[in-house]
């Protein structure tokens, strides 16, 4: 998926003010606003996700194991932790596997075959206008809350 452009009111100058920190500082402050932006495609996830049977424990489900992880430079990732790989076969599908007997492939056996929802790739579309939204209304806020909290780590 390619990225998405769009533009807030302000940010030039905004951008023109964090350029005179220090290059850490301004990637923790810029990080810090990822992170709450990534906490609404968490949600959108949350929501979209397979529930699966009832009999698994909570701390198993695809819904309780959506994370945001932190990415080169400033970016942030969501996906699923490694407790729930298996909401990416879910999401894109499984073949059936073909076996090998005596050197010749077999005709493939149904093995189990899923075929994919898409439910990821989805729901980060369906994300992508809420993260828009949430930054243009918010972004001024997020950007003075995420200075406030490096400053106080900076300062102890």
Do not use: C
């Not at 076996?99 to 992508?128: C, E, L, M, R, V």
């Amino acid at each position: 998926m390619g990225g998405v452009k769009f533009d807030i009111e302000g940010i030039k100058e905004l951008n023109e003010l964090l350029t005179q920190l220090p290059t850490k500082v301004t990637k923790n402050i810029t990080k810090g606003v990822n992170f709450k932006a990534a906490g609404l495609a968490i949600k959108v996830m949350e929501e979209a996700a397979p529930t699966g049977s009832a009999s698994v424990k909570a701390k198993e489900k695809i819904k309780n194991n959506i994370l945001a992880k932190s990415s080169e430079g400033d970016s942030v990732l969501v996906g699923l932790s490694r407790k729930v790989f298996f909401g990416t076969f879910l999401s894109s599908g499984t073949k059936d596997r073909v076996t090998k007997i005596n050197g010749f492939y077999k005709k493939p056996k149904s093995t189990g075959k899923i075929i994919g929802t898409d439910w990821i790739p989805k729901a980060h579309q369906q994300a992508f206008p809420q993260i828009i939204d949430y930054l243009n209304k918010n972004y001024l806020q997020l950007i003075e809350d995420s200075i406030q909290r490096v400053m106080k780590k900076l300062l102890k």
